[in-house]
């Protein structure tokens, strides 16, 4: 359920159910977009965080490197 103003919802009873099915599949698309965006872009502050937590404990990208090599 969304919140609308009056006007809107008012239209929105008024409008065929066939047209309400398409504009709710398009909002459907739109909200999932959205969500999938914030998701990806909370993973990329989350990784700069891990990224400056690790270097301000003295992991670098050549330290990490040669740790995973000596894993092999």
């Known amino acids: 359920m ?3 103003n009056d006007q809107t919802a008012k239209e929105w ?4 159910a066939k ?3 398409q ?6 698309l739109i909200i999932n977009d959205s ?5 990806e872009a909370n993973f990329e502050l989350l ?7 690790a270097a301000k404990n003295g992991l ?10 000596e894993e092999k």
């Not at 504009?23 to 459907?28: A, F």
């Not at 969500?35 to 998701?39: A, I």
């Not at 990784?47 to 937590?53: F, S």
């Open 47 to 53: 990784l700069q965080e891990a990224r400056k937590e």
């Open 2 to 4: 969304l919140e609308v």
């Open 35 to 39: 969500l999938s965006k914030t998701k």
């Open 60 to 69: 670098t990208e050549e330290i990490l490197m040669n740790l995973l090599n």
């Open 19 to 21: 047209l309400r099915t």
């Open 13 to 16: 009873r008024n409008t065929s």
């Open 23 to 28: 504009i709710g599949k398009n909002v459907e």
